[in-house]
């Protein structure tokens, strides 16, 4: 069975400063995709990133970055320089190819960037 | 770009109603999930639908029935509400497998409040 675990529940940050959102993933499968999504206030699920199990090189998109460590397996998200419109829930998923194409997410980080 | 549409946005019923939530795929993806989120909850996975026909199924109660039309829009319909039931419904689609598509969108949502 997959799960997805997000042990942090909630984090307060000060605008400017950087944040690190973790994601730690289990399955037995070889072939798998993870994701993260943002939910702001406005309830949308907006996607941010997909990865596949094959590609562990990490990904920089602005000021979003993602580390993938399959050894540890986790997929961890870090915001640089943080503003109020980042404060939102994080969800991280995982998707196995074996198994329908549905989504497990983990329980969501909600993110409060502060002045 | 097109996105996937969602209807109605909000609907508000009352015990024991049924309610009909549609979703339009993004044009020419033939794969339809729909995910349901409680209160402060994770996303969770009801259905899905494969060239119109039901290829997974999750934690979707016997209530509930959805299905996929020629057109690949779909239908999640919901019979004798309860309380328990007020959640914010999503639908996403995809292109056949993932692996063969660019992300997993996701629809704006229906918020279902039964009152």
């Known amino acids: 069975a997959q799960k997805v675990t997000q042990a942090q529940t909630e984090i307060s940050v000060v605008e400017k400063e950087d944040v690190t959102l973790d994601c730690v993933y289990e399955?037995?499968?070889?072939?798998?995709?993870l994701f993260w999504y943002k939910q702001p206030p406005s309830g949308e699920l907006v996607f941010l990133i997909r990865?596949?199990?094959?590609?562990?090189q990490n990904e920089i998109s602005g000021r979003y970055s993602w580390n993938f460590q399959k050894s540890t397996s986790s997929f961890n998200f870090t915001i640089t320089a943080s503003q109020v419109v980042d404060s939102a829930v994080y969800f991280c998923a995982l998707l196995l190819t074996g198994g329908g194409n549905k989504l497990t997410f983990g329980t969501g980080t909600q993110l409060k960037v502060e002045l | 770009a097109a996105g996937v549409i969602q209807s109605p946005r909000h609907l508000i019923k009352e015990k024991r109603e049924t309610a009909t939530l549609k979703c339009y795929p993004i044009p020419r993806h033939d794969t339809v999930y729909w995910y349901q989120q409680g209160p402060g909850q994770d996303p969770q996975f009801l259905i899905s639908?494969?060239?119109?026909?039901?290829?997974d199924k999750g934690s979707i109660p016997d209530r509930f029935s959805a299905q996929q039309f020629s057109d690949y829009h779909s239908e999640l319909n919901m019979s004798s509400l309860e309380l328990g039931d007020s959640a914010l419904y999503f639908c996403a689609s995809s292109l056949g497998r993932v692996g063969r598509n660019y992300g997993y969108t996701f629809g704006s949502g229906t918020r279902l409040t039964v009152v």
């Open positions: 639908f494969y060239e119109k026909m039901q290829s």
């Open positions: 990865r596949n199990s094959f590609d562990e």
């Open positions: 399955t037995r499968d070889t072939t798998y995709y």
